[in-house]
Nanobody
Framework: VQLQASGGGLVQPGGSLRLSCAAS????????MGWYRQAPGKQRELVAV???????NYADSVKGRFTISRDNAKNTVYLQMNSLKPEDTAVYYC?????????WGQGTLVTVSS
């Protein structure tokens, strides 16, 4: 049972990244999924959510820049991040929504810097 996030890296302000999260051992298609992030010295926060039927919601700080999507055939959830800002720098995690403590993985680091 695990969620494996990938796709992070170093990007310049204004750039884009696409994160992926592959799920195994859970009934992926029936779960709402979320992307969360934790910046240095800050608490983890919810960034985006997608329901089992595809409805989405976003934190105000990323609305209009980030897009969450899912592919149930691949048990994968994605986060397309555009117009990245330095304040988007964080470790990004995926989990169900509500989250399950045993599903927190290592996350993937996104660094936005020139």
């Amino acid at each position: 049972v695990q969620l494996q996030a990938s796709g992070g890296g170093l990007v310049q302000p204004g750039g884009s990244l696409r994160l992926s999260c592959a799920a195994s051992g859970i009934r992926f298609s029936i779960n709402a999924m979320g992307w969360y992030r934790q910046a240095p010295g800050k608490q983890r926060e919810l960034v985006a959510v997608i329901s089992s039927t595809g409805s989405t919601n976003y934190a105000d700080s990323v609305k209009g820049r980030f897009t969450i999507s899912r592919d149930n055939a691949k048990n994968t959830v994605y986060l397309q991040m555009n117009s990245l800002k330095p304040e988007d720098t964080a470790v990004y995690y995926c989990n169900t929504r509500p989250d399950l403590s045993y599903l927190w993985g290592q996350g993937t680091l996104v660094t936005v810097s020139s």
